[in-house]
């Protein structure tokens, strides 16, 4: 029998290597045909993607392009072709980053290797051509343009809608160089707000939170750069819920201010310093002064202003508080239980320059005058006189008689019994008079109330000798008391701005005035404006002679100065001789100004701006009479309601007029 397995097995391995070899030549060949095939997709997408970045439709473009990559992630081709259409789009760094991933893809033997260089060369030289307007336009454009692409929702009370979500490189140009602002009240309170927040939260420095139950606190924490922070709360809230709330922020916020209209909250000052220990400006209205949780001192804070205190501030209290803040330069604080422990402010904290005590807006002002810097000290002082005694407000006055600069004196009305004590005071002549000189103090603001109030404003200004600007407002009627105010307001030879409001006036002391800065009185005449305001009784003469100081650039006339409108026509032709600095004129809430009056303004040859507000029998023919005056540059109306928007497009139109404000 012949063994025959040895065959065998030899034609099974031979059949089994043709199998294979056919499967190898299968693989090769099928593999060949699909990457011609993608090859060919590729060549397609690529011839696709160059038309449809031709035609300026990008997007598309890029898809075919990222489609590129996808099927062929070893071919630098998706890259080079993604290139290419960002050079179409203007956007070389982005055509240099694919050149830089396609290098690193290709081969140096790959015949796009080349190419993408020879791309990437391109990208670089119309990059280095390239202008960023973004960055080179002035930022006002920008901002101007970018509230043009802003949705309806978002809405900001303090810039001019700074919050781009339209393009992340205006975005960035303006949150570079702005602290941008941002109001949020319940109006907008939509999923299009939410949703936009995420785009220029991070970038806002200065929030304002109007607030009902305190719904939008959860939105702390999305303004990491968060600077300035206000809440205004309309009802009562949960204090516990706001200080878990400012804890997200609190380690970045430089100002906070807090404002209660219910008057009732558990919120403590200590509380507040403790979450945020980096303030430098705090503003809180109804404050409990609780400072237990307060553990350290917190030199960073220089302005302080509380309101509504409970319990009412005290000598106690007030040592407490100062002793936590080294620093604080401006200290504003509402009724305190005894005046007298104003004085020592200055004593426990010497570097406060700015003490305010319960004062109204019509005295305080937006921006302090305090511009010399003499020493450490008290530099300014807002207070109610009218609890505090004369003799303590003097001492207060003369111990700080080598650094105040600027008073503002106001006078609560006083009940009866405190009228006849000061009255009793006056007239047993027991008030220690104020004998030093405030050498420095050139600005004085005061309200008076009684004759209590008028002598102690009649002191400070015969003590003042350097007085830059003064303002009197006078509710009480005594033109004995006014004389002397006037005789010592004509004694100063630097005054240079001077407002009155007063309800009577002696003729003959504002006469005396009026010739002392007369040019035929004194050559050295410093006075450049004068404001009369609410006066009856005021002669002819008496107002003629103001019409003679050479030195006025601006004058004011309120309420019932004049009262009749040839005498207001006679001191309009006047002023026009007078003065012939003068360069602004004001009428307010007069009804004798009218039609008549303005016409008679080009007596005034200087004029270059005219204010006219609350006057209703102006009408356009007024206003057309205006553009006499041959140097008329700036008009300001308000709350003329018988003025045209017709008239108001003609003086819009004239060359001369650069500025006209409607309000």
């Known amino acids: 029998m012949i063994d025959t397995s040895g065959e065998q097995h030899n034609v099974t391995n031979t059949q089994t290597s043709i199998h294979i070899s056919n499967q190898q030549d299968t693989i090769i060949h099928d593999t060949k045909i699909l990457r011609d095939l993608v090859q060919q997709q590729l060549v397609v997408l690529n011839r696709r993607a160059m038309a449809l970045a031709s035609s300026a439709l990008f997007e598309q473009a890029l898809h075919d392009a990222i489609q590129m990559k996808q099927i062929a992630p070893y071919s630098p081709s998706g890259y080079l072709c993604a290139a290419q259409i960002f050079i179409m789009q203007g956007r070389q760094l982005a055509a240099i980053h694919e050149c830089n991933i396609g290098i690193q893809t290709a081969s140096s033997t790959d015949s796009l290797y080349n190419q993408l260089y020879t791309t990437k060369s391109a990208a670089e030289s119309r990059q ?121 922020v609190g380690s970045n916020l430089k ?18 310093l403790n979450i945020c220990p980096n303030l430098a400006a705090l503003h809180c209205q109804t404050i409990n002064m609780d400072m237990s949780a307060a553990k350290r001192t917190y030199p960073k804070m220089t302005r302080l202003s509380l309101a509504r205190m409970l319990p009412s501030m005290d000598q106690a209290i007030i040592q407490q508080v100062l002793s936590r803040l080294p620093s ?23 570097t406060v320059m700015v003490l305010s005590h319960d004062t109204p807006l ?59 004590q000061h009255r009793a005071g006056l007239s ?42 003064v ?39 504002l006469q005396r005035f009026a010739d002392r800065h007369c040019g035929k009185a004194d050559m050295k005449a410093t006075l450049k404006h004068i ?14 002679k103001v019409a003679y100081i050479p030195s006025l650039e601006s004058i004011s006339i309120d309420s019932k100065v004049v009262e009749k409108m040839s005498t207001l026509i006679t001191w309009m032709e006047l002023l026009g001789l007078g003065c012939p600095y003068l360069k602004q004129v004001r009428f307010a809430g007069t009804t004798t100004a009218n039609d008549q009056i303005l016409c008679h303004m080009h007596y005034m040859q200087s004029i270059e701006r005219v204010v006219l507000s609350n006057l209703p029998h102006i009408t356009d023919a007024g206003i057309m009479a205006l553009l006499a005056c041959p140097r008329l540059q700036h008009i300001h109306i308000e709350s003329c309601a018988r003025i045209s928007n017709d008239v108001l497009s003609v003086l819009k139109e004239k060359a001369h007029i650069s500025s006209l404000h409607v309000k």
């Open 428 to 469: 047993d002549g027991i008030i220690t008079p104020l004998v030093s000189q405030l050498q420095y103090l050139t600005t004085f603001f005061c309200e008076l109330e009684d004759r209590r109030s008028q002598y102690i404003a009649t002191c400070v200004l015969q003590s003042a000798p350097r007085l830059e600007h």
């Open 362 to 420: 019509s005295i305080l002002p937006q921006q302090s005058s305090c511009h010399r810097y003499i020493k450490s000290g008290l530099q300014k002082l807002c207070i109610d006189g009218s609890r505090l005694e004369t003799s303590d407000f003097f001492a207060m006055l003369e111990g700080n008689m080598d650094t105040l600069q600027e008073l503002r004196y106001w006078h609560r009305s006083s009940s009866q019994q405190q009228s006849m």
């Open 531 to 544: 404001s009369l305001g609410a006066f009856y009784g005021l002669c002819d003469d008496t107002l003629y």
């Open 328 to 350: 604080l330069r401006v200290f504003s604080i509402d009724q305190v239980a005894d005046p007298r422990v104003l004085l020592l402010v200055p004593t426990l904290c010497p």
């Open 471 to 509: 303002s009197i407002k006078n509710n009480f009627i005594d033109t004995t008391c006014s004389g002397a105010i006037f005789d010592a307001l004509a004694s100063l030879s630097n005054l240079q701005a001077l407002d009155l409001s007063m309800r009577r006036i002696n003729d003959d002391a």
């Open 128 to 248: 280095e051509i390239c202008i960023d307007f973004i960055t080179e336009l002035p930022l006002d454009i920008i901002d101007n343009i970018a509230t043009r692409f802003f949705p309806q929702v978002i809405r900001s009370y303090d810039t001019a809608s700074p919050y781009l979500n339209v393009s992340r490189n205006w975005r960035n140009r303006l949150c570079a160089c702005v602290e941008l602002k941002f109001s949020l009240t319940a109006f907008d309170a939509s999923s299009d707000t939410y949703h936009a927040l995420g785009y220029y939260a991070p970038f806002v420095k200065s929030l304002t939170l109007s607030y009902d139950g305190l719904h939008y606190l959860q939105l702390l924490p999305l303004f990491t750069m968060l600077r300035s922070f206000t809440a205004v709360c309309q009802s009562s809230f949960d204090a516990e819920l706001l200080l878990e709330a400012l804890s997200n």
């Open 255 to 272: 100002e906070l201010s807090i404002e209660s209209s219910s008057g009732e909250t558990s919120l403590a000052l200590g509380d507040i």
